[in-house]
C-alpha cells in the first residue's frame, strides 16, 4: 500500500476515498492519482536535494505525466519542469507554469518548436546536437535574443534497465558523443555564436535504475569533462544535470532506495569526485519523473469475462488494458493487482489479467496470485501513475481514461474520460 492509501472494512480506499465510490461515480477504466503522495515525494526531492542551500534543481520529467494539473502540483511545489516536445511547453504554459523554470529537451526539436521555446521565455534548452544549436543561433539572433543552454552529453555508461529506456551507452540517439569529439566541435561553435550561453552540461543514463554505482560513473565523467572544458576553453559550467532515471517498486522485485538516500548518496559523490580533481561542486539538477508520480498512480478497471481454460490457465480479462497501459507490452513491465472490495481476503487463485484489445500481447499481468473474483468485481493494478496516462492510445478505438484527484477525502476530476466523439474530432466525414 503506496502513499494514502488504507484498507477500511475489507475496502481499499486513497487519500480518504473509497476506491468502490470512486468506480461507481466516474465508472471505468479509471486512474487515481494520490495528490498528497505526488507532493510528498515533490517535497523530499526539495529537501534531501538541498533545493535551498545548495541552490540545486529539481525539474519533474513531464513525459512520466503532465495534464494540466500536474503542471499546477509541481509548479507549487517549487519544481523545474522538463518539457521534451511543443505539446508538453504548450500544456505548461497554459497551466501558467513559469517558463523561466523549463529545460526543453529532445533530440530533434523541430524549428517551430525551437521558436516557440525561445519566444516563451524557457529557461534552459538541452540542446542535442549541432544542427539545433545552429538553430537557436539563428533564431536568437533575428530575436536579438541571449538563450542559456546545456549541452547534452553521451556519456557511454550501460546502466543496467531496459534495452529500450537505456540512453547513456555510445551508441545512442541521443547528445554530442565524447569518443569522437562532437562535444568539442560544439564549444568551438561557442566562440562565434554570441545568442547562446553555455551554463551546463547534460546527461541521462537510463530509467528504472536501482543501481547507484551508474550515477557514480555518470559524476566521475561529467566532473571530469567540467574541469576538462575549464582548462581547455576557460569556459566555467555552472549547473550539471545529471537527468532522471531512479527506480521504483512496481512488484516485491523491486527494491529501490528512498528518495532521501538517493539524493544524499548523488550529493555525496558529487561533492567527493570534486575535491577529488580539484574543481568548484557545480549546481546540482536532477529529473526525476517516475519517482515522484508512479506509486502516486492506480487504475480501476471492472472485470468482465473469466475464461478458465482447465489445467491450463485462468484469464480474467478488464475493461482496459495496452491503451492505457502498454508497459506491459512494450517493456515486460510487471505489476501487481487486488480486488478493491476484498483486501483482508487471502490471495489464493492464480491468474492472468487481460486487457480488451484484440491482440494476444494485451496482457497486463502473467500469473498473478489474487483473491477470489467474480465478474463485475473492481481490479486495481497500482504503480501505474508515470507513462501509463502519458503513453495511452486510442488504439480499437478505445477512449482514454478519465483522471481523478483525491486528497484528504475529496476527489476532484482532472481529465475528463475521452467520448466516442471526441476520437474521430479529427476525421472528416465524406
Ligand atoms: N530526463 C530525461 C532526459 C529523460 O529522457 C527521462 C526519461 C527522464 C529525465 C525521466 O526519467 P524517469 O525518472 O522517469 O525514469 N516510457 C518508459 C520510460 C522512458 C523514459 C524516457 N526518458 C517507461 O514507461 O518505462
Redesign the pocket.
Known sequence: LHGSMYVKEDTLHIGGVSCVELSKKYSTPLYVLDEKLVRENCREYIKHFKVNENNNKVAY?G??FLPLYMCKIISEENLYL?V?SGGELYTANKAKFPMERILF?GNNKTLDEIKMGIELGVGIF?VDNLYELELIEKICKEKNKVQKIYFRITPGIEAHT?D??K?GQVDSKFGFGLINKELYNAIEKLYRYKNVELVGL?A?IG??IFDVKAYMEEVEVMMKLVKEIQEKYNIYLKEIDL????GVYYTKEDNPKPIKEFCEAIIKMAQKVCERIGINLPKLVI?????IVANAGSTLYTIGSIKDIKDVRTYVSIDGGMTDNI?PS??H?RYECSIVNKMNDKELNKVTVAGKCCESGDILITNTKIMDIKSDDILITTSTG??GYS?ASNYNKIPKPAVVSVMNGKDILICKRQSYEDMINLELNF
Request: glycine letters at 12%; aromatic letters at 10%; hydrophobic letters at 30%.
Open positions: 520529467a513525459k512520466a522538463d521534451v529537451h538541452v531496459h529500450y529506456i540512453t547534460h541521462h530509467s528504472q537527468g532522471g532515471g531512479i529529473e526525476p519523473g517516475r519517482s508497459r512494450l517493456y513491465a508515470a507513462y503513453m
